[in-house]
């Protein structure tokens, strides 16, 4: 049976990539952090068949343990500070977790496998994937952005992905470890944290809809992005350590689309109008901005048969229905 060790197994794209993996027939390990992380019974009763580990991408030695004991094949280093408004408040803490982090698990995994060049296959045994992210772009040097776009990131989360982008490659390079980074921009479900401007307004237009919120706080609505659906992209993680070599791919939908029109349709499929209810408020305005994002897929389509299977229009409905149902079930 094949096994694969999942860092950020308490967010979005772990417990989708852990229900992927599991009806795959893998064996999934879950790295959690932290003293009684509140998240961790949720995990357990979402994800049972999940064997929660504990670590810390800011502590080398649990991850160098947790890659000797749970000996997996294939791991996923999802987790990092991923709410960008708030690495500018922690930018250190962002640098160390969404940057060092990742240079900490390839150090695990050099040193569990033995990796190096003179070793036949490099580090063969346990392939990587890296949770690259198109805020590595930023500030768009062309449109749309494949992998050989340059990057010029607008915020410390940018800057520390940009950081693990190279070290994934810099380690593929240097110790033949299969080592791959999946550039994924904007991927949404119900699962999305209440931060995130999507889920804040899926669940805003769901309140609103049942009169248990007045109005809803948004920050700039304007600037473009390429919105999928995770699951979708899940499956392409795992795609990508399934091929002959390891290599980066950029992954999205090739269509973008703003906040604001996120906002018009979240609130017309509850029957309103999104301008009787948002307000801008500067607090949710991000320092320096990235206007328009919008993903050049083709290298994923052709080499990994990747397809999104949830368009835009789609995506909104399961959100917002999502949050109906459960805000309606909350009372
Ligand atoms: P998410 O929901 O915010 O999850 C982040 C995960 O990282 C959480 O499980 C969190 O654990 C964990 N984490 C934070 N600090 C950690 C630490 N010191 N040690 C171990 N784990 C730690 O993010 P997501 O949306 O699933 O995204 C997964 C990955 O893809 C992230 O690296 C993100 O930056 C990247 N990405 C996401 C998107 C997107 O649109 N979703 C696009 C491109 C790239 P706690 O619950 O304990 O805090």
Same mark, same amino acid.
């Given at each position: ?59 080398? +030695? ?11 094949? /294939?791991? =996923?280093? $999802?987790? !990092?500070? *991923?709410? %960008? ?74 800057? +520390? ?11 593929? /390079?240097? =110790?033949? $470890?299969? !080592?791959? *980074?999946? %550039? ?148």
């Amino acid at each position: 049976m094949p096994s694969a060790l999942i860092t950020g197994i308490t967010g979005q794209d772990g417990s989708y990539l852990a229900e992927y993996l599991l009806s795959q027939g893998y064996e999934v390990h879950g790295l959690v952090r932290g003293q009684a992380n509140p998240k961790r019974p949720l995990v357990e009763a979402l994800l049972p068949d999940v064997d929660v580990v504990e670590g810390d991408l800011l502590d080398q +030695a649990s991850l160098i343990s947790v890659v000797q004991s749970c000996q997996p094949d /294939e791991v =996923y280093n $999802l987790g !990092a500070i *991923s709410f %960008i408004p708030i690495s500018w408040k922690q930018a250190e803490l962002t640098a160390e977790t969404t940057g060092l982090g990742v240079l900490r698990m390839l150090e695990a995994i050099r040193l569990v496998t033995g990796a190096s060049k003179s070793r036949p296959g490099g580090g063969a045994g346990i392939k990587f994937y890296q949770a690259s992210s198109s805020e590595m772009f930023g500030k768009v040097r062309e449109s749309p952005q494949s992998e050989s776009t340059p990057f010029y990131p607008r915020s410390p989360y940018g800057v +520390a992905k940009v950081y693990g982008h190279y070290i994934t490659m810099n380690y593929r /390079e240097s =110790y033949d $470890l299969f !080592a791959c *980074s999946g %550039i994924l921009f904007n991927h949404e479900s119900p699962r999305r944290g209440l931060d995130f401007v999507t889920r804040k307004l899926s669940l805003g237009a769901a309140r609103i809809k049942l009169g248990t919120q007045a109005e809803l706080l948004m920050g700039n609505l304007e600037s473009k992005r390429d919105w999928g659906y995770a699951p979708d992209y899940v499956r392409a993680m795992h795609l990508m350590l399934q091929q002959e070599e390891p290599d980066d791919f950029v992954i999205g939908t090739g269509e973008n689309h703003t906040g604001r029109e996120f906002a018009e349709l979240a609130f017309k499929h509850v029957g309103l109008n999104c301008d009787d209810y948002i307000k801008t408020d500067e607090r949710f305005m991000r320092p320096a901005e990235v206007d328009h994002l919008l993903a050049d897929a083709s290298k994923a389509r052709e080499k990994l048969g990747w397809e999104p299977s949830v368009d835009f229009q789609e995506l909104v409905s399961i959100m917002v229905d999502a949050d109906l149902q459960a805000e309606a079930k909350a009372g």
